[in-house]
């Protein structure tokens, strides 16, 4: 295992399209984590889940977002409806709950909405 | 209400010298802190995590925490231009979500 893995790494879509990211974690981890990453900002926390059960969704993620990590392994991040107000980084990390030394990021997902 | 600051820079230093990021927060309870570095169009990268009060280093990297002013920094010895880059303050409280500041885009001159 070499990390976190996140596909695709590029999407660029049309202004009302739907969007679907996946990120694969650390096998051994069993927190996932989604974060939006604007220019000049730093991450901004989304959603995150403790094998598969969502513990927590940020305020600020609208009903156009939702996450799902089915099996407590891989998780997917869809987006619908697109607006440009999404063009982003969108960050997926990993972690144990047990422990406290940080997250590991996968190399994001960079959306574009046309 | 932002709960983490960081003067946004950019901090320019010139190679061989010390570079001083520094952080601030408003929550007395948060528990444990941490420095992450991220080049332009990359990922954040964990550099070094601290708990309690005084320094911590780590090769060339020395944190700084002073939970009483509420402070935290990072300290880069004999910056190199590889060093380049914007480095982001988060904190949380226990295990839980990190919350980020919005980073300071440092510059180290040949």
């Known amino acids: 295992d070499t990390g976190v893995s996140q596909d695709p790494r590029h999407k660029i879509t049309k202004r009302g399209q739907n969007v679907t990211f996946r990120c694969d974690p650390i096998?051994?981890?069993?927190?996932l984590y989604w974060y939006r990453q604007t220019l000049g900002q730093g991450p901004e926390f989304l959603t995150y889940f403790q094998n598969e059960a969502q513990l927590e969704k940020s305020r600020l993620l609208s009903d156009r977002f939702s996450a799902e990590r089915p099996k407590g392994s891989f998780s997917t991040l869809e987006i619908q409806r697109t607006e440009q107000g999404d063009s982003a980084m969108y960050l997926c990390?990993?972690?144990?709950?047990?422990?406290?030394?940080?997250?590991?990021f996968g190399s994001g997902t960079r959306l574009t909405v046309v | 209400q932002k709960e983490v600051e960081q003067n946004s820079g950019p901090l320019s230093v010139p190679e061989g010298a010390i570079a001083s990021l520094n952080c601030t927060y408003s929550?007395?309870?948060?528990?444990?802190f941490f420095w992450y570095r991220q080049y332009s169009g990359k990922s954040p990268e964990l550099i070094m995590f601290i708990y309690s009060n005084g320094d911590k280093e780590d090769g060339r990297f020395t944190a700084q925490l002073n939970k009483a002013s509420q402070y935290v920094s990072l300290l880069i010895r004999d910056s190199q231009p590889s060093d380049s880059a914007t480095y982001l303050c988060a904190l949380n409280w226990g295990a839980q979500k990190l919350v980020f500041g919005q980073g300071t885009r440092l510059t180290i001159n040949p």
């Open positions: 096998s051994e981890h069993n927190r």
């Open positions: 990390a990993s972690s144990f709950s047990t422990e406290n030394y940080g997250y590991t």
């Open positions: 929550d007395r309870g948060s528990q444990s």
